[in-house]
């Protein structure tokens, strides 16, 4: 595979910017090799710089449940530009989005509008501490929710990859607010209830964690979080930054059947332009600024093209709820084919999927269901199988600790091809 202009490209981008990237995981660090530089994506493939084509499995890290550039989404866009790119003043535009929200996430009842997953973790936070009067958040080990300074505390996804789960920068006090639990073990989250008693604000959770690879809840953890937050008198989050509108249009909570008190959402919601977005109970999200006291803003907040490409994309994933079956039947069949040849090949490897969402951990536990046992993957046997998928043409994330997203671009035979080369590459692997 010839990646010349990656390289070369690489080599420049190392001058200008820290490490060469603008996001740390961009950087292949836990994979080797240098990151290649991507030219035009179209539906489910990418190509390169130096022309080389790829099946496309990160899909810019989920925004992209649609494939690359929809013709829908990419005509609002223009469109709108057309128009006039910010105004800084309210639009139209925001209360087709917000009232898209509303009426496709169960618990949401009012929305304010971000410019990033991040800004939606960081701004749900500070409204559930303003709303209870409380500093203490409870969040959970391999769970990542942006690099606001709160939730760079045992962080999964870069901060996993990288090694660096506590953030020089992040202060003492910032860190001491943040209390960890273990993902699926509810007494660990009893615990810190009964030592903090009255200074727990909220519990943040991903509903099914993607930053530590794809964790699916044990039955009743998710149950048991609402009924411990219910009696302690704190607010349940569920970040669903990546789950939302993925698992169904309504995100985990319809997905799983369990209702939280604030959303934070991203990704997909701005059809691959930076947006995010918090939402929950309107007498809670009431306590915002300008109506409440909690202060909140952003001059690019429900900006007019991100308004456009995401409530496009919501109107698309709204009026054909089919495309989550579609999308869920194509990464069954991923999965089948990958446990055949995980079971050929001899490898050591746990295989968890939650519809389209999927994480083949190098790993010798028979089962992967929190950070622990996360971390206990091979890394090295993943970096190796990247590679090889790389030189076969499949884009998958450079880093165990991430998702494999199937999008309803994928096509049956693109699946199957994935199937047979991964099968070759496993093989590889363990000789
Ligand atoms: N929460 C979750 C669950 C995420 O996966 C991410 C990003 N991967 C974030 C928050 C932060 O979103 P952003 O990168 O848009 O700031």
Redesign the pocket.
């Known amino acids: 595979m010839n990646t010349t202009k990656s390289k070369e490209a690489y080599k420049k981008a190392l001058e200008l910017m820290p490490g060469g990237v603008n996001s740390p995981v961009r950087a292949f660090k836990s994979v080797g090799g240098d990151p290649i530089f991507i030219e035009k994506g179209k539906g489910s493939r990418v190509w390169d710089v130096d022309g080389n084509e790829y099946i496309d499995f990160v899909a810019s890290?989920g925004p992209l449940i649609l494939g690359h550039a929809r013709e829908e989404i990419v005509e609002a866009i223009t469109k709108t530009a057309a128009k006039g790119t910010s105004f800084g003043a309210p639009t139209l535009l925001e209360n087709k989005m917000t009232e898209l929200i509303i009426s496709m996430v169960p618990s949401v009842e009012k929305v304010r509008m971000v410019n990033?997953?991040?800004e939606a973790?960081m701004s749900a936070l500070r409204l559930a501490r303003g709303y209870t009067k409380r500093d203490k958040v409870i969040k959970f080990a391999g769970c990542?929710?942006?690099h606001a300074d709160s939730f760079l505390i045992q962080a999964g996804?870069g901060a996993m990859t990288l090694g660096l789960p506590d953030s020089p920068g992040v202060t003492k006090a910032a860190a001491g607010d943040t209390l960890i639990a273990s993902y699926n073990d509810l007494q660990s989250v009893e615990k810190l209830f009964t030592e903090y008693k009255d200074q727990i604000a909220a519990v943040i959770v991903?509903p099914v964690p993607?930053?530590m690879g794809v964790i699916p809840p044990k039955p009743g953890f998710l149950e048991g979080l609402r009924e411990l937050t219910c009696t302690n008198g704190a607010l349940l989050i569920f970040?669903e930054?990546?789950t939302g509108f993925r698992l169904a249009p309504g995100g985990a909570q319809e997905y799983l059947g369990v209702t939280p008190d604030l959303t934070?959402m991203?990704?997909i919601i701005g059809g691959g332009l930076p947006v995010?977005a918090f939402g929950g109970k309107a007498e809670i999200m009431n306590h915002l600024a300008p109506e409440g006291p909690v202060y909140q803003a952003g001059t690019l907040s429900g900006n007019p093209l991100a308004m456009a490409a995401g409530s496009t994309m919501l109107g698309v994933l709204n009026d054909q709820p089919e495309i989550y079956k579609d999308i869920e039947a194509k990464a069954i069949y991923l999965e089948a084919g990958l446990r055949k040849n995980v079971e050929e090949s001899g490898v050591s490897a746990v295989i968890n999927r939650i519809g389209g969402m999927l994480t083949l951990f190098f790993n010798d536990a028979p089962e992967v269901w929190n950070h622990e046992l996360s971390s206990g993957s091979d890394t090295d046997k993943y970096a190796a199988y990247f590679r090889k998928s790389l030189e076969n043409g499949i884009w998958l994330a450079p880093s165990q600790f991430e998702c494999t997203f199937v999008s309803a671009a994928h096509t049956m035979e693109e699946i199957e091809k994935v199937i047979e080369l991964s099968g070759e590459a496993l093989k590889e692997i363990s000789a």
């Open positions: 890290w990033s997953g991040t973790t990542f929710h942006g996804s991903e993607g930053n970040d930054v990546i934070t991203g990704k995010g």
